[in-house]
Each structure stands twice: as structure tokens, then as C-alpha cells.
T-cell receptor, first 111, second 115 residues
């Protein structure tokens, strides 16, 4: 039972354009969401988070949007840079505090 | 802040052997988590500790897996009688848990290959 889903395994974007990564969840009790970025042979690193009391959180080039009624969140990267090429994981915090991750989306930003 | 440290980075073993991994969390963090990741999948929760108490263990975790955090600092994850299906990246993470909405800090992982 996949509670957090990222339905696009990969995304290719031109440098300077917007990257939009999507994530869906099934459990309406989730109220805190995070995005992590992962390079090969390294552990995931925290990127940005959002609480369910907000519908948007922004940090530099990164913005996360939350649509609670649709149980959907998205990560926008503007402008995209080649160094952004990595695997991006969406995660939701459950009631016990552990994170439940999606399958990941591999972003490739081409110069 | 020296970050989360995992040892070894890589482990190759033969099927049926036992392996043990170590994780040193960020020093002031009270929670420690173990995850497993295979190619094309997201990190999958295995177990976690708050201080020295193991609070939850995944139902997917077989009896061959055991984890300890004896003094509430470092943790070990042991896999007995390894199988080829155990081949994966084993990730450790820590956090400073108060009441939720805390981010996890991950180590670089231990890549296990079972031949």
C-alpha cells in the first residue's frame, strides 16, 4: 500500500526553465511534508518542507505547493540549473514521526 | 555538527553470512532511524529509536534483522543469514524530536551486496 506516490519516474528540463515535480498521498491525517534531493552514492538531503496549515512555502528557487483537498503537492524549481539534476523524493510524516517516502523522480536539467 | 556517519560505506558478503552496520547520529539528536533503499524506489522504513528505546519496527522486517541503540547514541543494524534480496542501500537518519515537524538528517548509507 503506497501511501505516498510519485508517478513520474523521470523528468527532463532545459536549463533556465521551470521544473515541476509532483507527489500524491492517500492518508488525510498527514500534515507535514518534505522534499529531499539525492545524488548517487549519497544519502538524501533535506530541501524544503511544508505544514498543512500553509498552501505554499518558498525558499529561493524552490517552492512547494500543497493542495490538501486533492491530497497533492508539487515542487517547483525556477530557474532550473544543471546542478539540480538528481533524484527528488517527496515524504510525509506519519503520527509517530517517521517519514514515508515516494518512489522518487529523477530530474535531468540539460544545458 | 559533524553529520550522520555510517560505517562501512560498502559491504560485499556471501549469502548466508551475517553482517553488521554502524550508525553514529548527530550528537544531540534523540531519534535514530534505519531505512533501506533499492534501485528505483524511495527509502523504506525499517525501524527507529527514541534514545535507547526501539519504538517501532516495520512489519516487513524479517526476524533476521535486529537493531540496537544501547546507550542512546550510536546504533547497529545486524542482518543474519543474508539473502540476495537483502542487497540494498541501508540508510541511517537522525532527528531532534520534540513534537513533530522535524526533518531527518541522513548519512551516506551502507551499500550491501549479497553474492
Amino acid at each position: 500500500d503506497q501511501q505516498v506516490k510519485q508517478n513520474s519516474p523521470s523528468l527532463s528540463v532545459q536549463e533556465g526553465r521551470i521544473s515541476i515535480l509532483n507527489c500524491d498521498y492517500t492518508n488525510s491525517m498527514f500534515d507535514y511534508f518534505l522534499w529531499y534531493k539525492k545524488y548517487p552514492a549519497e544519502g538524501p538531503t533535506f530541501l524544503i518542507s511544508i505544514s498543512s496549515i500553509k498552501d505554499k512555502n518558498e525558499d529561493g528557487r524552490f517552492t512547494v505547493f500543497l493542495n490538501k483537498s486533492a491530497k497533492h503537492l508539487s515542487l517547483h524549481i525556477v530557474p532550473s540549473q544543471p546542478g539540480d539534476s538528481a533524484v527528488y523524493f517527496c515524504a510525509a510524516e506519519d503520527q509517530g514521526g517517521k517519514l514515508i517516502f515516494g518512489q522518487g523522480t529523477e530530474l535531468s536539467v540539460k544545458p | 555538527d559533524t553529520g550522520v556517519s555510517q560505517d562501512p560505506r560498502h559491504k560485499i558478503t556471501k549469502r548466508g553470512q551475517n553482517v553488521t552496520f554502524r550508525c553514529d547520529p548527530i550528537s544531540e539528536h534523540n531519534r535514530l532511524y534505519w531505512y533501506r533503499q533499492t534501485l528505483g524506489q524511495g527509502p523504506e522504513f525499517l525501524t527507529y529509536f527514541q534514545n535507547e528505546a526501539q519504538l517501532e519496527k516495520s512489519r516487513l522486517l524479517s526476524d533476521r534483522f535486529s537493531a540496537e541503540r544501547p546507550k542512546g547514541s550510536f546504533s547497529t543494524l545486524e542482518i543474519q543469514r543474508t539473502e540476495q534480496g537483502d542487497s540494498a542501500m541501508y540508510l541511517c537518519a537522525s532527528s531532534s524530536w520534540l513534537r513533530g515537524n522535524e526533518k531527518l538528517f541522513f548519512g551516506s548509507g551502507t551499500q550491501l551486496s549479497v553474492l
